[in-house]
């Protein structure tokens, strides 16, 4: 992504991986030209899939609320 000098593929490896297992192949989310596009089913998954980015999610012991 030129805007924030970032290589979109590269610096969300881990997150697309992610991405693919969990929410691209129950058709939630598409991803075209580095956009996510989140379908109208994934829209009722949507605190899931941000998720995906949280990197403090995985890195503390921290507690959240479930998601349904």
Do not use: P
Request: proline share 0%; hydrophobic share 45%; net charge neutral.
């Amino acid at each position: 992504n030129l805007k924030h000098n970032i290589n979109f593929k590269y610096f969300f490896e881990q997150e697309l991986v992610r991405l693919n297992e969990l929410f691209i192949e129950d058709n939630f989310i598409e991803i075209h030209n580095n956009i996510l596009i989140i379908t109208e089913i994934g829209r009722l998954f949507i605190r899931n899939i941000v998720m995906v980015f949280d990197k403090y999610l995985n890195k503390n012991n921290s507690f959240y609320s479930k998601t349904v």
